[in-house]
């Protein structure tokens, strides 16, 4: 384990500030007007609002309008503005895999709770397919990095990305945004209509459309071998439909001490091909597809896989004798996708100091997709996927405000979730005839019931201390069915407890500068695996898998000179993991298992930058990096596809005398690089009385990576820059705004999520092994989009 010295973090400090890399919190903070000092942005990391500058969190904060400018509507846009967040696809229904830190849970298992959580409008939802939900209309992101365990709902390892919705304001505002993205051939717009409807009321409706041909070409789609290969009616991918909306009524009634917020959000996605589209291979060791129309035919089929990240996708549709073994199985590959959230938020001030706060939320999710899951012209696996998310939540907070020596905040969270994975595998071509090798059923229930308080002492006008905890009991129930049979297994119930602890100290020398210190526990409760090609079921066979730990330490400095037009953010950190939830691939069985990896550490430091010009105004300079150390300090993992005893799969011998297993300790975590930093520019000008424009430019780094939970050398990412841009043009009364938004300029495809291709590589743990395929689920290329916003 590397160690972390003054001398090391006083090098990576001072190149981050000559280097310059920024974005996040800079851009985030930089002002619509030119004004000689940065925004001030209000956050609300320990739900009540304060200064960026001096809430004593690690965290990045963007604001509505840099959303706006870069026309972002997807986390994994976001990832780019935040150092030290990777937000990455997969091929399944889970939504994808979002890491802080190399922190994050398996990507394949739509059960697990995500050490990175999602909060929208202070509802928390910790399964990773509520990132299709999207950023509409969104007023603030905030992300709040390393442990979080008090102020939303249910514990997060990693962090939590918390995201507010614009609410209707005390003025009517009405606009409609029309767009078109070149690339992709993507037409979008929306319309918002808000404002007041009475003296206590105001109500805020937003709707969003898009229609998309996509950026990939499918190179299989017209090549049809007889009893191999029917070619496929998907041509591009993602080609999809999108449509959003979120209705929010805000209550002030007149000389009540009551404020009320109702908000319902809907999104729905039709998408023409699977979400297995997104992914190619990369690697083929033995120079062409080993899972290949050419490859089976001996030859005689054309090679359609060039075995690079290009912008041509493989992927057959079914033929007849798949589709016929469940209906579930399409003619071709399609997927659906729709989320309902509502939530209902009150809050009561009791008197001048006190407020009870009450937050009642529905969150639920349905998915449906039906896909070719190997990567090739070959019609050899189909795969459905029927997933359904339901989950009540109710938390209550009280709070005091005086202001003085004490203050206080208790409370306590319930969620009464349902669960359901309802999963078919079929194979074909390489079998004697189609034959189904999966149809289960899986089912979870959860209950999780919590309480919290943290006290803040404040003994000298400058210095404050707080220490909390939140104590949370949570139980799990399993039940399903395999090829219509009860499931029967070892565990069916498992209940969980913790107590996870934090405090902070926090010293503010002066009114423009801040010093603080936090130790900080999380956990996440275990669950069960779901398995979608499981092993034999039974009274012996365990499928659950533990919980997860974190504590550790991090320290910050905030700070405001020149008048407040510089700004200057720096951390540093070190926590300890216990029995993270990763995954494990088996290309030849297809299965794939939620395991806990031992124990990690993760330690570093960040720093943040921004400046605004008083000689230059509309000027705004900004950056921030990350320097992380993420490695296994304890991993007993599963060798990857293909591993021989000499690359060191040279544990845990299965029956045949090949090893399965392999030592990963002092070995980099997956999708944790370590230097991530983003660089920013922006300059608003006058073009003429009557005219202005804004002009923005950033970029990100990332240095190489892991992206495979084995650490399959050949997956290892190469460091990369992203670029963005935007050039908005609008008139001096802000009634219209032409802009043209560029992102990833140099049309960089990037695959954080890798993985070993089914039914590729042989003879894994033994001398002699064949290397499997690997294929990586791809990100976006170039969008370069033309878009006018009116208001009315």
Not at 672 to 696: D, H, K, V
Request: net charge negative; hydrophobic share 40%.
């Amino acid at each position: 384990m590397k160690k972390i010295t003054g001398r090391t973090i006083g090098r990576v400090s001072t190149l981050l500030l000559y280097t310059g890399f920024a974005h996040a919190q800079g851009e985030a903070a930089s002002a619509e007007s030119a004004a000689s000092a940065p925004e001030e942005i209000i956050v609300t990391a320990r739900k009540r609002e304060e200064r960026l500058q001096d809430v004593p969190v690690v965290m990045t904060a963007i604001s509505g309008a840099v959303l706006q400018r870069y026309a972002i509507t997807s986390l994994s846009d976001v990832s780019k503005m935040a150092p030290g967040l990777i937000v990455a696809n997969t091929q399944n229904n889970t939504g994808g895999t979002m890491t802080i830190r190399g922190i994050g849970a398996t990507a394949q298992n739509p059960a697990v709770d995500q050490a990175v959580s999602t909060n929208v409008d202070g509802v928390q939802v910790s399964q990773a397919a509520f990132l299709r939900l999207g950023l509409f209309d969104v007023g603030q992101v905030e992300v709040l990095k390393g442990p979080q365990s008090l102020f939303f709902g249910k514990n997060s390892t990693a962090g939590i990305i918390s995201l507010t919705s614009n609410d209707p304001g005390s003025r009517f505002e009405s606009h409609v945004t029309a767009g078109y993205e070149f690339e992709q051939e993507r037409k979008y717009g929306d319309l918002v209509l808000s404002g007041p409807l009475n003296e206590v009321a105001g109500a805020r409706l937003f709707l969003y459309a898009a229609d998309q041909n996509g950026w990939f070409r499918n190179a299989a789609a017209d090549v049809a071998v007889p009893g191999v290969s029917g070619g496929s009616r998907v041509k591009t991918a993602s080609k999809d439909q999108e449509f959003a909306g979120r209705l929010t009524v805000k209550l002030v009634p007149d000389g009540v001490p009551f404020e009320g917020r109702f908000k319902a959000s809907y999104n729905k996605v039709q998408r023409d091909s699977g979400s297995a589209a997104m992914s190619q291979k990369f690697l083929c060791p033995l120079g062409v597809s080993q899972l290949s129309a050419a490859q089976l035919t001996g030859g005689v089929a054309p090679s359609t896989d060039d075995c690079k990240i290009d912008r041509n996708f493989v992927s057959a549709d079914p033929l007849p004798g798949l589709a016929a073994l469940a209906s579930d199985i399409t003619p071709y590959p399609k997927s659906e996708f729709t989320q309902v959230l509502t939530s209902f938020e009150g809050n009561l001030h009791l008197g001048s100091h006190f407020k009870l706060t009450s937050v009642t939320a529905y969150y639920q999710l349905d998915a449906e997709a039906s896909d070719m899951f190997t990567n090739s012209d070959a019609a050899v696996l189909a795969g459905t996927a029927d997933d359904a998310n339901e989950q009540v939540t109710q938390e209550l907070r009280f709070a005091s405000d005086f202001g003085g020596l004490v203050d206080f905040v208790v409370g306590g969270f319930y969620q009464d979730a349902r669960l359901r994975d309802n999963v078919i595998v079929a194979a074909d071509v390489i079998m004697p005839r189609p034959t189904l090798l999966s149809d289960t059923h899986y089912r979870q229930a959860t209950r999780s019931n919590s309480a919290f308080a943290e006290i803040t002492l404040r003994p000298m006008e400058r210095i404050d201390f707080a220490i909390g905890g939140r104590y949370t009991d949570e139980e799990k129930k399993f039940s399903g069915t395999a090829r219509g049979v009860p499931i029967v297994v070892r565990r069916p119930v498992n209940s969980y407890s913790d107590f996870s602890l934090q405090s902070t100290v926090r010293y503010r020398p002066t009114d423009d500068a801040m010093l603080f210190a936090s130790y900080r526990e999380a956990f996440i409760a275990g669950g069960f695996d779901f398995n979608p090609v499981p092993p034999a079921f039974g009274p012996t066979t365990d499928i659950s898998y533990n919980e997860s730990t974190v504590d550790g330490v991090e320290a910050g400095y905030k700070a405001g000179f020149l008048d407040d037009s510089l700004r200057l953010e720096a951390s540093v950190f070190r926590y300890q993991y216990a029995d993270m939830q990763l995954s494990a691939r088996d290309a030849i069985t297809l299965s794939l298992t939620t395991l806990n990896a031992g124990k990690a550490t993760v330690q570093g430091a960040e720093l943040s930058i921004q400046w605004s010009s008083a000689a230059l105004p509309g000027l705004t300079l900004s950056g921030s990096g990350a320097y992380t150390d993420a490695q296994y300090d304890q991993f007993i993992a599963s060798c990857y596809t293909g591993q021989s005893i000499a690359q060191g799969c040279n544990l845990r011998p299965n029956a045949s005398g090949a090893f399965t297993s392999q030592d990963l300790r002092g070995q980099d975590l997956a999708r944790a690089p370590e230097l991530t930093a983003n660089l920013g520019i922006s300059q608003e000008f006058a073009m003429s009385r009557s005219l202005e424009s804004i002009l923005s430019l950033g970029a990100s780094y990332s240095s190489a990576f892991e992206t495979t939970v084995e650490n399959d050398p050949r997956a290892r990412h190469e460091s990369y820059v992203l670029l963005n841009s935007s050039l908005s043009i609008r008139d001096s009364s802000s009634t219209w705004q032409l802009s043209l938004i560029g992102r990833n300029l140099t049309n960089k495809l990037i695959r954080p999520n890798s993985f070993s291709s089914p039914f590729s590589g042989a003879r894994t743990g033994t001398a002699n092994p064949v290397p499997s395929d690997l294929f990586g689920v791809v990100g976006s290329p170039r969008e370069v989009a033309l878009q006018l916003r009116w208001s009315f």
